[in-house]
């Protein structure tokens, strides 16, 4: 039983050494991705799983002869970092009022806090009490093109509208796995949201997810109301491949080419809030492995680069940045291995050189890719500062329309 602890320590020990220093290599940096990103979210409950596992190994002899001592002090490393993974965490609230303390907001109206419920129990309570979802909406001619309505189930409006957007590499991924507890938080707040399915690689080739997103914007115009939305207030938002395409969605509005046959329907939006995007292909090709950028070339772009600069560098967020960029909050994660967290400052900083629209930028203190899946302490935060910066662009929008 010892050395069974001292396996137990060491396997802990590893685990929260990668959560704090995620391998970044070719080789391990899938799987070092899945388990730093879900030991960082998660740190409370890993460590209460270690701490019943240590203690019935204890119980059982496992502390007898050094093999044991060995593992429980390697134990008790793992849970050192897990407390500085949670102090992290815990600064994110630090974060959030840094860059919403100049937001356009009412001092005295207090949106409802994110439930804690949800927090202690993020993948059991997944429903939000006065929230209607409504399903698997045709939103263009293909059948694969569906969208949900998330909404107040109170009626009432015109509501403010935002659409989400899935990640998963272009690949993969679905509304039925992303953006739920942002969507679900707006609604509880007066929000209308729409979470989007798009054509996927490697059958579809960029521009056709664009595409499928101003399809989706167009069905929005028509039917806003049917849902109690205002058909000319839409904000987007997204992850990773979503927050690449959200933030091109934002940037390219009303450019034809991305609007074959709907040419005359406006796809403005109103604000924009990406998530540990790709914001420049570039970039992010000459730093990355040969296998991804492969993939790139072969799966989501059907051409090489060296074929089609130009082609990259209009799939690029960063090439279409001009005066006219709508608000935009970006997020990212310091500890993200996927998309590097300098993407999304030049990103945030080049927006500010060009836009007159208010720009923030979120880089969260120890947090990977993806945090925001599932709602962890930190993502919670997250969450709650996202509604508070896109209820001040439309509490701005109000005051100058009436003044």
Known sequence: MPYVLLGSGALALMVTLNALRPRRGALLLIGSFFAAWLTIELAPWVLAIEAVVTALLAASGGLGGWPGGIGLAATAAGWAGLAVAMLRARRTTLTIREWSADLDLDPGEQAPAFPRSHVVF?????????????????????????????????????????????????????????????????????????????????????????????????????????????????????????????????????????????????????????????????????????????????????????????????????????PETPPFLVIHGSLDTLVPASQARSFAERLRDASAAPVLYAELKGAQHAFDIFPSYRAARVIEGVERFLTSVRRAERRESAG
């Open 122 to 322: 993020p993948f059991l309570m997944t429903r939000r009490p006065g929230v209607t979802r409504v399903r698997d909406i045709v939103y263009a001619d293909d059948p694969r093109l569906r969208l949900d309505v998330y909404k107040p189930s109170e009626p009432g409006g015109p509501r403010p509208g935002i659409m989400q957007v899935h990640g998963g590499a272009w690949l993969i991924g679905s509304k039925r796995e992303q953006g739920i507890p942002l969507l679900s938080h707006l609604a509880a707040n007066g929000w209308v949201g729409i979470n989007v399915d798009y054509r996927l690689s490697p059958d579809a080739k960029f521009p056709d997810h664009l595409v499928d997103l101003k399809r989706a914007v167009r069905w929005y115009r028509e039917h806003a109301g049917e849902h109690g939305a205002d058909p000319g207030f839409l904000c987007v938002t997204g992850g990773s491949a979503g927050g690449h395409l959200a933030a091109l969605v934002a940037l390219t509005a009303n450019v034809p080419e991305y609007q074959p046959g709907f040419e005359g329907v406006d796809t403005t939006m109103r604000a924009a809030v990406p998530f540990y995007g790709v914001y420049d292909f570039g970039a992010l090709l000459d730093n990355a492995p040969r296998f991804f950028a492969s993939f790139l070339e072969r799966q989501v772009m059907g051409v090489r680069r060296a074929d089609a600069l130009e082609a990259y560098a209009k799939a690029s967020p960063m090439h279409w940045i001009n």
